[in-house]
């Protein structure tokens, strides 16, 4: 029926994002079984990238909480382990374009030397932000 996994993928995705915003109410069954065949279907074919995925946060976190609450907690780290790898792989790659657009040699002569450092710094806020966005939830559990 499917001839591309990542397809049938997104539209799982896209229909946990209606019913995590309430557009449209599935029933208890319905959503586990969505639940269960995204989480299987990340598995089997990896993750398919767009912004419903990959760039929802919100919608990662509510399938991992989801998927725990069903009793599926090995495939919520699965989901969750998959998400997190994507999103590091996602910031190295776009720090190496950059500097793969600009010459060295380019850099060291025009760039005075105290920029240097703040790139540094920008670089490891943007990777604790990553860390941050994933903690939330530790967070309140600790605060308890």
Partial sequence: MWRSPHARQTVLARL???????????????RKMLLTEYARSIARDGVACNA??????VLQQHITRELRRNGAGAQAAKVESVFTHIEWRTLRNYALSL??????????????????????GGYIAAAGLLLRRRRPMLDTITLL
């Fill in 52 to 57: 419903q995925t990959c760039g929802n946060t």
């Fill in 99 to 120: 500097t793969k657009k600009w010459p060295v040699a380019w850099n060291l002569k025009s760039v005075p030397w105290w920029v240097w450092p703040g790139c540094v």
């Fill in 16 to 30: 946990l994002e209606v019913d995590r915003q309430g557009i449209q109410r599935f029933s208890a069954d319905d």
